[in-house]
């Protein structure tokens, strides 16, 4: 399969700028998610909590989003 089938006609380039992309929306969701969650936690291990709700909250955020949608 060619470079040009498998991505859309995207160049390498475009492909880690897109990936360079995601990966800055995905840092700042990272970061924000922690800090709601840690700053709403009233005890170290709920703070801990928060921050692995924090690392995961993608999933959660598309298994609601199915569950919603009856999928």
């Known amino acids: 399969m060619s470079e040009e089938n498998c991505c859309n006609g995207m160049n ?3 492909i880690r ?3 360079a992309t995601s990966g800055a929306v995905y840092g700042l969701g990272l ?3 922690a ?3 840690i700053s709403h936690a009233t005890t170290f291990w709920l703070g801990v909590f928060g921050f692995l709700k924090a690392v995961v909250w993608p999933a ?3 298994y609601e989003a ?3 949608l009856g999928a």
Do not use: E, K, T
């Open 12 to 14: 390498s380039n475009q």
């Open 60 to 62: 959660i955020l598309v």
């Open 35 to 37: 800090i709601y969650f």
């Open 17 to 19: 700028q897109a990936n």
């Open 31 to 33: 970061i924000g998610a």
């Open 66 to 68: 199915l569950r919603a």
